[in-house]
């Protein structure tokens, strides 16, 4: 069934804050499909664009399913409650919200998913996915509602980096809401991301892990804003409110296309914060960080954390500090030991930072099993991976 949603994201204090914004560069060692602004760098993903089972359907209707603790929703195609909630023949999950249809699946969030398709097959996530890429750009709300700390009010929007045959691939795929660093030197002002080719640094730099999560079969919607962390609501949880809607508006490339039950964020350094602040979400399955670090409230989906050793910015300390906050959810700690604070993004897909995210949101919002021993169990891959110093808590330790 066509079931996946996701957010990835890094926190950081409000005093250390990375650089970078989203763009169209190419992931190391992979590749970039057509976008709608021009060609990615890199031409057509490995493997080509995949898919089985053909066009999305809408799926069938809740049956209303009572929730435990709240009030459950009923109807056709209604919401389930605030804990729960059953689809029609289908099981009560946690973290998210439920895919309708015979065998969906509800979670804790509420909303049913219009989406019904294939479950993904399993991919390496050290390497380019078999999806091309397209890039939706300047898209979506106003990233935010307080004036851009670089920009002023000349705020940002979004850009989308999709699998380019979404409509088709036979798959619901999974949503990742990636929120950029921000740069606070006057001095260091980058150029405008509105429409950008990856063809600087600034607009570029992130482009090679959002193009390899796209790459993967996820729904990558990437904030243009470099003030991340503030505003109300947060540039992130506007992008998320949007994609959502999008998923159900018939004239959307997102209609019916997304499994709303898997969501995840992703970000590095200041932009991580926002991932921070919406980490009680209840919409989200998984979490990620990246160089970064910020108390945690309400943590309720699994959570990886990932640091540089080299990094003078946000020390990894801190960054372990934070993740051993987290002990009733799984979580892990990854230090790559010659990664300072930014260098991990151009590593290309056999890079820690690129593959680690790549395979904890397979795992996590694609139940892709067979990558789960890259962190589960005493002799996961990353434990044993010399180029890191790994750490699991307990929940982490069992295969």
Not at 94 to 100: C, D, E, F, L
Not at 233 to 252: C, F, H, K, R, V
Request: glycine share 18%.
């Amino acid at each position: 069934m066509r079931r996946w949603l996701l957010a990835l994201g890094v926190c950081v204090s409000t005093a250390a804050c990375g650089n970078g914004s989203n763009g169209d560069a190419a992931a190391s060692g992979g590749a970039v499909g057509t976008d709608s602004g021009g060609t990615g760098s890199g031409g057509t993903a490995s493997g080509g664009a995949t898919g089985s089972g053909g066009t999305a359907e809408s799926g069938g209707a809740s049956s209303g399913g009572a929730s435990s603790g709240g009030a459950g929703g009923s109807g056709s195609g209604g919401s389930s409650g605030a804990t729960g909630g059953a689809a029609s023949g289908g099981q009560t999950g946690s973290g998210g919200q439920g895919n309708a249809g015979s065998g969906g699946t509800t979670g804790s969030g509420g909303s049913v998913s219009s989406c019904v398709g294939d479950p993904f097959p399993t991919a390496d996530p050290t390497k380019t996915g078999p999806f091309s890429v397209t890039a939706d750009k300047n898209v979506g709300p106003l990233a935010g509602v307080v004036p851009d700390p670089i920009y002023g009010d000349e705020q940002q929007r979004f850009n989308v980096y999709r699998p380019s045959n979404i409509a088709t691939s036979g798959h619901c795929h999974p949503i990742l809401i990636w929120a950029n660093g921000y740069r606070d030197n006057p001095e260091q002002r980058p150029p405008k991301c509105v429409v950008n080719a990856g063809s600087n640094q600034w607009c570029g730099q992130y482009g090679p892990i959002v193009n390899h999560l796209a790459s993967h079969g996820f729904v990558v919607v990437a904030s243009l804003s470099t003030a991340t962390a503030e505003g109300d609501p947060l540039p992130t949880t506007a992008g998320l409110d949007w994609i959502l809607e999008q998923a159900e508006e018939a004239s959307s490339p997102y209609y019916h296309a997304l499994d709303t039950t898997k969501i995840g964020q992703l970000g590095h350094s200041y932009g991580g914060m926002s991932t921070c602040k919406t980490a009680s979400d209840p919409r989200f399955s998984a979490l990620g960080t990246i160089c970064g670090t910020s108390a945690l409230k309400g943590v309720h989906t699994p959570m990886l954390f990932f640091c540089g050793g080299n990094d003078s910015t946000v020390k990894c300390s801190g960054v372990h500090d934070v993740f051993k906050t987290v002990t009733d959810q799984p979580a892990f700690f990854l230090n790559e030991l010659n990664a300072d604070h930014g260098s991990w993004v151009y590593q290309g897909a056999n890079g820690v930072s690129l593959s680690s995210a790549a395979a904890w949101f397979r795992v996590h919002l694609m139940d892709d099993t067979a990558n789960r021993n890259f962190f589960y169990g005493d002799n996961c891959k990353f434990c044993t991976d010399g180029r890191v110093q790994a750490e699991q808590n307990a929940l982490m330790k069992v295969p």
